[in-house]
């Protein structure tokens, strides 16, 4: 077990490298001057410039550049961005934040949708199951930005029920609705998810055979079908909190959410590469250790899944 | 019967998550006890973005910094409403012959760390400010001062690849035309004569800092400490990429005297939103309206919206490079180009309104303009005209056509749809293939501008820094100006320039900076296109909003309710 963990560990530094390698190389392929781009229609005087076009090394050439990157992130300095303000400091802002609204985002889509999944299962084809269906298929066909906007429109500003967007001070209660719309297309595929694989594994042989061992139907429920139902659920989970890590750029947006999304978007209109990379960089750390939760949560669910070979 | 229990005990989930929301929602967006009268200690809430320098008045260059600092900081002179120059911390300005001046600093003005403020505040302020060491971004504004060559030198260094790098080389630490006879005068000795050099002293590169910015400016741009209508709440009240909290410094007695108990700017990264916080009444005031509602904030915000025309202008500048716009039939064609943009129908249709067609190569709103001046009428609309002056100018040259004629610019922020309808005129009136050279960063076409490498027009824009004619002119078209990146130049513009500052009266100035234009209309080196009006929308906890002659917000006269 240990042995596979730590081989896992290990493949982190190839993509780790690779990834880094590539923001950084499109970052630096970009058009346009990024210290320029700092400035309006005003510009400073050539000297500010130059002084900051070498602080940063952009006169100096791709490879020394992001040699340049690596060895500071090896020395746990990620440095500055080009506004002069630490890139760590930054990171520690923006992360906590977006990680609140992942999880958040995560146990809506996974307590509702497993729910809902696992009734719409059991009974299949009756009137549950069926709306549920509706449903599920209309939220996915829906974009994201437009149910944000409408979320918004709705309990933010007609109602009156939450903020319209979320700001300053980011805590649970303000990031619900950004979660909700976040979560809500996940829920969807989450809940089709455990319905497909509830229904299927309710006619199987050991399901029979512990309801008549005479176990009590919500026994049978949690801790035979459902056990077994989850290992496709879990792995779609475990991907898309990577995915909800990386900072969901339109809800966040939409909500003016201080989070990944949000720092992302500023960095690339702005072509800052250190900043794209360290986050970036975060990221991939997130993306790994994510799957491999995923993967040693499958030993748990289905002993004959075993890693120590 | 198990399952209906279980989807009671669901719908009870969902139900505490709506209660949840409920709470996030607290803080009062629809309080109900509405005041009749204003609450003068009420904090209100106004968009803005990250700021992107450290907060120091000489090297804050772009607007999400300069609203804080202009806050923050009093000067020698303030504006008021109308652009107006009131005086300040001066008690008084004098010059007889508009190079040598004399300013009386009031007494008994501090800092809100008890520093006194005197003249020397100012000396060593400026001579901070025009250092090239310190890297400040507007030390330029101190270019008249005798002495400012010494402290701004640079060496240039030319690399083997053909690059060039401009390193800080200072020969002197202060400026040999500033000084401070005693705590309360301060002696300016110009370069040349300046008549409108008065008019800057409200710019916030010239405000006073305190001695711990001097030693330290990093660490104080992070928690700046000023002499202005607002003070930062507390050490680290500027948190990154979130907000910036102002309260009302008490102890203030300026003509800005503030009329809340604060301010606090929070950051958007894109104005959509703060226009939904401000439908729900969660953000108090907005300078920034997204494009699509234009159209809507009218309806939007009924009595709670206003435009008022303010001193930004925009031009579709000529590269002087480009041969079709060369000589005598490049003379043509640039009247040509001209009457062929129809500027109302633009600026109505495309704008709303938020336009008004351009009169002349400054906004109507600076002190001086003159609508009507000589040549101004290739401003005007005439599709006839247009195609005459082409027709001329083909007999003396033909128009190399084999390229689309490009319109560069970047096309965030709503300028493709005006482009759009620029090149379709330039289409059906002359006959030409015209379109947008479209740029995903307004830096990406700065750059080629400054490498003088574009393959056509430009769109280019000028807000004023201070309420002056000059500051239209001179920064952008006289030769080697700092904004002049077509590298426009014309030695009797230049010339009508220099007397105008060298002007006794601001009247006589304004004369020779109004017969200087009369150059440009007749070498066109860009089209006035249209001045703007700068749209802004309040919630329901202000009383009302309004804009200054630059088009910022006067936050310190907005009251809540």
Known sequence: MVRFILKRLLQVIPVFIGTTLLVYYMVFALPGDPIAALFGDRQPPQAVIDTLRSQYHLDEPFWVQYGLFLQNLFTFNLGNDFTGQPIAASLARVFPVTAMLAVEALAIQAIFGVAFGVFAGLRRGGWFDSTVLVVSLVVIAVPTFVLGFVFQLVFGVQLGWAKPTVGANADWGSLLLPAVVLGLVSFAYVLRLTRASVSENMNADYVRTATAKGLSRPRVVIAHILRNSLIPVVTYLGANLGGLMGGAIVTEGIFNVPGVGNKLYQAVLRSEGPTIVSIVSVLVLVFVVANLLVDLLYAWLDPRIRYDQ | ?561
């Open chain 2, 1 to 561: 019967m198990r399952f209906t229990r279980t989807s009671k005990a669901l719908g009870m989930v969902a139900i505490a998550a709506l209660a949840l929301t409920g709470c996030g929602a607290g803080g009062g967006s629809n309080d109900g006890a509405s005041q009749s009268a204003g609450d003068p200690n009420k904090v209100i809430t106004a968009y803005s973005n990250e700021p992107q320098n450290p907060l120091l008045p000489a090297n804050t260059n772009e607007v999400y910094g300069g609203r804080v600092v202009e806050l923050l900081f009093e000067g020698l002179r303030s504006y008021d409403a109308d652009g107006k120059p009131v005086n300040s911390l001066a008690e008084s300005i004098e010059s007889t012959d508009a190079q040598n001046w004399t300013i009386k600093v009031k007494q008994g003005q501090t800092f809100t760390n008890g520093e006194a403020i005197t003249a020397k505040t100012f000396v060593d302020s400026w001579n901070f400010a025009a250092n090239s060491k310190n890297l400040q971004n507007n030390g330029f504004f101190f270019e008249s001062i005798a002495g400012y060559a010494d402290v701004s030198a640079v060496t240039t260094e030319t690399a083997a690849d053909g690059k060039t790098t401009t390193t800080p080389a200072p020969t002197a630490e202060t400026m040999s035309g500033l000084t401070a006879t005693d705590d309360s005068t301060l002696t300016v000795k110009l370069a040349q004569p300046e008549a409108d050099w008065s008019l800057r002293l409200g710019y916030s590169a010239f405000f006073p800092l305190p001695s711990a910015a001097l030693a330290d400016p990093k660490a104080f741009g992070e928690n700046p400490v000023g002499n202005g209508p607002y003070k930062f709440e507390k050490t680290g009240s500027w948190v990154h990429d979130q907000s910036i909290s102002l309260v009302k410094n008490a102890d203030y007695s300026g003509p800005r005297e503030s009329k809340n108990g604060g301010v606090t700017f929070k950051f958007y990264t894109d104005p959509g939103p703060a226009y939904t916080d401000l439908q729900g009444n969660n953000l108090d005031v907005t300078d920034v309206l997204p494009s699509n509602a234009l159209k809507t904030y009218v309806t939007d915000f009924q009595d709670r919206n206003a435009t008022k025309p303010v001193a930004t202008d925009s031009t579709l500048n000529i590269p002087g490079y480009n041969p079709n716009f060369q000589g005598e039939a490049g003379k043509l064609r640039r009247q040509a180009l001209s009457y062929a943009i129809n500027r109302e129908e633009i600026a109505k249709v495309v704008f709303n309104g938020t336009r008004t067609p351009a009169k002349a190569f400054a906004p109507p709103v600076i002190d001086g303009f003159k609508a009507d001046l000589k040549g101004s009428e290739v401003l005007k609309f005439d599709a006839a005209k247009a195609k005459e002056l082409w027709a001329q100018a083909e007999k003396i040259k033909p128009y190399d056509g084999s390229k689309p004629l490009q319109i560069a610019s970047n096309t965030d922020g709503g300028n493709k749809e005006w482009i759009d309808a620029v090149a379709n005129g330039f289409k059906n009136n002359l006959g030409i293939q015209a379109e947008i050279q479209p740029f995903a960063k307004f830096a990406e076409v700065l750059n080629l501008r400054k490498s003088q490498s574009l393959p056509g027009l430009s769109r280019a824009g000028w807000q004023g820094d201070y309420p002056s004619l000059y500051n239209f002119l001179g920064p952008v078209w006289a030769t080697g100006a700092s904004s002049n990146y077509e590298k426009y130049s014309n030695p009797a513009f230049d010339k009508l320039l220099q007397e105008g500052l060298a002007a006794k009266t601001t009247d006589e100035a304004n004369a020779k900076f109004n017969q200087a234009q009369e150059i440009l209309f007749e070498d066109l080196p860009g089209l006035p296109l249209w001045d703007q009006a700068k749209p802004i929308v309040w919630s329901e906890n202000v009383v009302k909003a309004e804009t200054g002659w630059n088009g910022g917000i006067l936050y310190y006269n907005i009251t809540a309710k």
